[in-house]
């Protein structure tokens, strides 16, 4: 291939934004890694001199209860573990209506399909903040503030519709012939669709579990009205406890945030051209 | 069996019309009922006083007028920056180059990383006296270091610095929608404009921007009320300072609801933020549609 000046100039580009975007989370990942004296800095340094794991320790050592960091060291892992437990749970039950929900949008010929659908992208696209004060309500009534389950309701609501528009789109992609040819052989409906179907759509039923589980873990609006213990909290909002506006320890509560990108990147980065491909195809056809 | 059958397409939507139902539109009522009645605490629903709330909110309440100017000066700031780079952005990945697919999906990685995450490494970049901004720029001689740029702490400026870390987030969303409509646009179209001699400012006016256009349209609704009701990096970063410099719809419902406990006024700033929202969508589509024909 030849150098073109033109081809020079979008390298430039591509470098420049590549830059703009990434150094952000470079630079959390370096200052997670830097002793306190290279934090609280005026010169700070691109790379860390004396790179520590003290504040990774800090954060998970149970010990640090009493001293350290407040509360915080003991703390973090419950908000991880309640995290798991919401944005896990929420995955579930929001992947099990989607594919019911998707396989009867993309397979049946019904009446107000069309509209169902339209209806699908409507309500992901409602803003959650206007349902703040109800939704606090509903909870409160319902006995289940400061519940995982009240989270877990909470999430599926905002990511169930969109995720069964998107499934229906990736079941669409394939052919009915499939699922035709092994009722032919005698398979039932309901055994075309879970020896066919669920393998074919696996790569849909992926993505849109990503997309569950990615909402529910930076979820941090609901979590802050919802939940009230320290216990309860999740990473976003046991986090947001710890960012007070005089006084904030940023050793610890970046070393926090890499970790909270953790879980997210693992999962997103293998999938994420599925994620993105279904994601576009939604849009792109809407 | 043959009634089974025909009622089985409907009997596997009704979970999750059921679950949206119950969790969205019924709350949304519950949202209006109580923005007619004087509830505080959100107890009981106090008793029933009509539009007063909508009436003390839209003439004697300085601050929702406050918060519904920011609002606008927030969903059109970020709009404008995401429209213009994410199409910038989209061009330059749609071109050819090495890396190409991996360029894309680094280029998304804001958008999956909680908001949490995403206000502290701004706050922290920010920081006046130890972040890394106005680091760089004391060492490049912009700035003198005895008096740092305050950024979030600049009630001038930190609405601006909050939309561009907002644009920041969401630019990366726009590039790749756009990006996957720029993809639909049959390559034949330029082949065949090439020879007819036109020029890349004439493909782009021509041909590119007429088919990408109802895609962006699309997309420019969806952003905009999302950006609208956008809460969590704003309350997380600059919780709506300094001097309500940031102080928006959304971050004004949270207070009045969840520290003023003024819990019928929060509901009655709902129902205008949807009643907006609903008026401005009207006009978008009619717009659109009437451009389309």
Redesign the interface.
Known sequence: MKVQPKNVIVYILVIVLLTVILFPFYWMFASSLKPIEEILTRNPMLVPIHPTLSHYIDLINPAALYGGWERGGRFFLIFIQNSLIVAGGSTVISVFLSVLGGYSLARFRYKGRELIAGSMLFVYMFPGVLLLVPMYELMSKAHLLDTHLSLIIVYVTFSAPFSVWLLRSFLETIPVEIEEAAMVDGTSRLGAFFRVMLPLAGPGIVTVATFSFITAWGEYMFSAILMFKDTMKTVPTGLAMYMGYQYIEWGMLLTGSVIAVIPVLLLFLPLANLFLKGLTAGAVKG | MRIA?RS???L??L???I??FV??V???L??AQ?SFYSSKY?VTLGEFVGLKNFYKLLFEDDMFWIAFKNSIIWTFGNLGIQTVFGLG?AL??N?K?RAR?A????????W??????I???????L?P??G?VN?ILSWAGIMN?DEPFLYLGSPSYAMLVMIIINS?RFT?FAI??I???LQ?IPLELYESSDIDGASRLQKFRNITFPLISP?LG??GL?AF??T??L??LI??TT?GGPANATETL?LL??RR??AEFR?SE??AI?II??LF?VVFSIIYFRRMLRRAE
């Open positions: 059958s089985l397409p409907y596997l939507l979970p999750t019309l679950w949206v969790l969205i019924y709350p949304f519950s949202a109580l959100g952005g330059l990945l071109e180059f697919n360029s894309r999906t680094l280029v998304i990685i804001p999956v990383i909680p908001t949490v995450v206000s502290l490494i701004w706050r922290w970049m920081e006296s130890m890394i680091a270091p920041w990366p790749v929608l990006l996957a409509a639909t895609i699309f997309v969806f009320v999302w609208f009701n809460f969590d309350w997380l919780h959304p419902i949270y609801g969840f819990t929060a509901a709902s933020m949807f929202l």
